[in-house]
């Protein structure tokens, strides 16, 4: 690739103080790596693919690649862009490696949460000449927080421990974070009360989210009085997490006066805590409320609010009003193949068939398709995909065969299906 001006122009000013004299080493005529591996987390930060790209091949033909501090760069920068195989790729070349560029390959992956390569990068580091630090660690400790890997991340607690990191604030809050999403709340709350007076406010906010995340709600929103009572200053993620552990649970008197109080405490809310409250309104039937709270909001509501109230009206059977939702939310997302669906379900519900069938053409004609979500489950160390109508795995039989079971239970307990009786056959068998 060459580097003519036509092809530099986009970059960062860090090009121009590469390119000059001043900034090479001229004992040996090379260019000066620490402004070219700043230049690197420039564009990491501004997500500039192509500039870093451009960088990438400046370093090959200047021979600064070679440098460590470069190379580890070069690695932040191709993970943090997503390009995993690229940062790979750039870890393996680098002639000399160390402690910062097996944390930052190994950050990477986590970002991918890709748990098992995390977990074989860790090990090869182990048995190198080099010793994992308490940032390796807290790469580690993310990986699994964001897989669901409750084992791994127990062995990481181990290595923790073993190497004396267990005091560390920020790894203290990883391991919260990775016990709450890992569904271990009750290692989560050991861990933040052996805290004792060492809390931050990360502290306090990653217990609260973990008590909203498997609706302890009581038990967040006692926490928050605790902060109150202590003089902790509050946060606006303090205040969402609130907010969602209230949704979750009903407590609607609770959570509006958690909002009413945001700005008491100077909070200015954001669209995620007015969605909160929308939710909150729309879960416990108040739709109507719900409505007149958006038109009423100072900013204006953006897609996921409206579909906060699209939800709800589809919960509580309300048409008209999931109609404005959903009508609402294609201004915004036209391209949105779900929520067409819901619309034309929710015109055919109230007998506009002409508006249904308009919609369905809609969606042919513009090739929109739903994409299905997936959900994981680690089963004995071993992580799980799947999604709905999913019967990809070799044991989908044993599977089906206890979901069905568990129907028939719902169904003594008085469930009622939302859809016929042979969808449910067909989704399952």
């Not at 990491?44 to 760069?73: D, E, P, R």
Request: charged fraction near 20%; aromatic fraction near 10%.
């Amino acid at each position: 690739m060459g580097f003519s001006d036509s092809s530099t122009e986009n970059l960062p000013v860090f090009f121009n103080d590469i390119l000059e004299p001043s900034c090479t080493n001229k004992e040996n005529s090379k260019f000066n790596p620490i402004v070219l591996s700043n230049a690197l987390s420039s564009c990491a930060s501004k997500h500039n693919l192509c500039g870093g790209i451009q960088y990438h091949c400046l370093a090959i033909k200047t021979g600064v690649f070679s440098n460590v501090y470069v190379g580890s760069s070069l690695v932040a920068f191709y993970g943090k862009s997503g390009e995993l195989e690229k940062a790979y790729k750039a870890f393996e070349e680098m002639p000399v490696k160390n402690v910062v560029s097996w944390t930052t390959i190994i950050a990477g992956f986590a970002q991918g949460w890709q748990i098992d390569m995390c977990l074989e990068l860790y090990n090869m580091m182990k048995n190198s000449t080099l010793k994992p630090n308490d940032f390796t660690l807290t790469s580690l400790l993310s990986a699994c927080t964001g897989s669901g890997a409750l084992g791994q991340g127990r062995s990481a607690h181990c290595q923790v421990i073993q190497m004396g990191f267990d005091s560390y604030i920020y790894i203290c809050n990883a391991l919260i974070s990775m016990y709450c999403k890992c569904g271990s709340v009750e290692d989560a709350i050991f861990i933040f009360e052996k805290m004792a007076g060492n809390k931050d406010i990360v502290s306090w906010n990653s217990m609260i989210a973990g008590y909203a995340q498997h609706g302890f709600a009581m038990e967040a929103v006692e926490l928050y009085g605790k902060m109150k009572d202590e003089k902790i200053k509050l946060d606006a993620i303090t205040f969402l997490g609130v907010l969602s552990s209230c949704r979750h649970a009903g407590l609607v008197e609770q959570g509006c006066a958690c909002f009413d109080s945001m700005i008491i405490h100077g909070v200015k809310p954001a669209a995620d805590h007015y969605s909160c409250v929308v939710d909150l309104l729309g879960r416990a039937g108040l739709l109507q409320e719900a409505l007149d709270f958006i038109l009423k909001m100072p900013i204006r509501p953006n897609a996921v609010i409206w579909g906060s109230l699209l939800s709800s009206c589809r919960l509580h059977g309300n048409i008209w009003i999931g109609i404005k939702a959903a009508e609402s939310r294609l201004l915004l997302e036209p391209a949105c193949a779900a929520t067409h669906v819901q619309l034309a379900s929710l015109y055919a519900s109230a007998k506009r068939w002409d508006e249904a069938a308009r919609v369905r053409k809609v969606m042919k004609d513009r090739g929109l398709k739903t994409n299905p979500g997936y959900s994981w489950i680690e089963v004995k160390n071993e992580l799980y995909r799947f999604r709905a109508e999913d019967k990809s795995n070799t044991n989908a039989k044993g599977i089906l065969g206890v979901l069905s079971c568990l129907v028939d239970h719902m169904k003594m307990l008085g469930y009622v299906p939302e859809m016929p009786e042979e969808d449910i056959d067909d989704t399952f068998f």
